[in-house]
């Protein structure tokens, strides 16, 4: 079983930067294929971004260019800088882990499926 815990939400105006944190624990498996996925009431959930175990990452164009995602297996600490927010960045961002063996290529399709397997309780992210 794998734990996730955001940290990093808030409020902030458009066109400024926040960078969500999310500490791991449990399976070690989860560092093959984590990332991060957004939910807004009335729509349908958005895989971001995800990373794979060899650091190669996804991202959702919508957040291209815009958002970074990152991580420090040492520490098993994901992290997403999000720049140059926009109003329609606004959501839940939820962290989320596959806590077993996928290749890359499946990881970064789960991610854009929304169909990690794991997530976080999420945290709110506001762009007025």
């Known amino acids: 079983h794998v734990q996730l815990v955001e940290s990093g939400g808030g409020e902030v105006q458009a066109g400024g930067s926040l960078r969500l944190v999310c500490s791991a624990s449990?399976?070690?498996?989860?560092?093959?294929?984590m990332g991060w996925f957004r939910q807004t009431p009335g729509k349908e959930r958005e895989g971001v971004a995800a990373?794979?175990?060899?650091?190669?990452?996804y991202y959702a164009d919508s957040v291209k260019g815009r958002f970074t995602i990152s991580q420090d297996s040492a520490k098993n600490t994901l992290y997403l800088q999000m720049n140059s927010l926009k109003a329609e960045d606004t959501a839940v961002y939820f962290c989320?882990?596959?806590?077993?063996?996928?290749?890359?290529?499946?990881?970064?399709?789960?991610?854009?499926?929304?169909?990690?397997?794991?997530r976080g309780q999420g945290t709110q992210v506001t762009v007025s």
């Open positions: 989320a882990a596959v806590n077993y063996f996928v290749d890359r290529d499946s990881c970064f399709w789960k991610a854009r499926g929304v169909d990690f397997g794991h």
């Open positions: 449990g399976s070690t498996s989860s560092a093959y294929c």
């Open positions: 990373i794979y175990s060899d650091d190669m990452t």
